[in-house]
């Protein structure tokens, strides 16, 4: 398993500006994941983060809106940009461990925009 | 495509139990459940591979029928700690984990 830290873990915003949530994992990892979570709904990939290359993104979601950091093997940063009030959720860091890669989410980075 | 979980909710009495089936309409790799408590992130329970196994993890097991593209995860004699959503993920392909995509998640409540 992973201990897996995101900051912040809540904070409230205004419309139009940006937010930058931090993933630190304490050990070094190959993938990294960027979910998000709108209220009571399931769990929504945003992208792949991979170290040394660009983030790879799912259907739905754009750099220009997501863009992702993957400096090193133990962090990832995600920014929330140009934000609306339908940014509003709780977005999630993960890692996947082992040849069947089970997934060790950290605790989330809840966002409200006002 | 989202794999569909059923039921959506489920109240139960402390001692009872309760099934959750995942299905989906594609060939399925491997099933993943993660249980959800309220304002935490979601714990990994347990991950079954194709070939029909059948997983065990204190009173939460787990079965997997390829042919059907179904899972079902099995509480027995459920406890207060129980309580929470509990998400199927799948994947349809032994390759990277991005494939896994995650069911909207059933939420179970277990009354004392």
């Known amino acids: 398993s992973a201990v897996i830290s995101q900051k912040p873990s809540r904070d409230i915003c205004q419309r139009g500006t940006s937010l930058t949530i931090q993933c630190q994992v304490d050990?070094?990892?190959?993938?990294m994941f960027w979910y998000r979570q709108q209220p009571g709904q399931s769990l929504t990939l945003i992208a792949t983060?991979?170290?040394?290359?660009?983030?790879?993104?799912e259907s739905g979601f754009v750099i220009d809106k997501f863009p992702i950091s993957r400096p090193n093997l133990t962090f990832s940063t995600l920014t929330v940009s140009n934000m609306s009030p339908e940014d509003s959720s709780i977005y999630l860091c993960?890692?996947?461990?082992?040849?069947?890669?089970?997934?060790?989410f950290g605790e989330g980075s809840r966002l409200t925009v006002l | 495509q989202q794999p569909v979980q059923s039921p959506q909710a489920v109240i139960l009495r402390e001692g009872e139990d309760a099934v959750i089936n995942c299905s989906s309409s594609?060939?399925?790799?491997?099933v993943h459940w993660y249980r959800q408590k309220h304002g935490e992130a979601p714990v990994f329970l347990m991950i079954?591979?194709?070939?029909?196994e059948q997983k065990g993890h204190e009173k939460i097991s787990a079965s997997f029928n390829e042919k059907k593209q179904q899972s079902s995860l099995y509480l027995t004699a459920s406890q207060l700690s129980y309580s929470g959503t509990y998400f199927c993920?799948?994947?349809?392909?032994?390759?990277?984990?991005?494939?896994?995509?995650f069911g909207s998640g059933t939420q179970l409540t277990v009354l004392p």
């Open positions: 983060a991979n170290q040394g290359s660009e983030a790879t993104y």
């Open positions: 079954l591979l194709k070939g029909g």
């Open positions: 594609k060939a399925l790799y491997s």
């Open positions: 050990s070094q990892v190959t993938m």
């Open positions: 993960s890692v996947a461990y082992g040849n069947t890669g089970e997934l060790f």
């Open positions: 993920g799948t994947r349809v392909s032994s390759g990277s984990a991005r494939q896994l995509t």
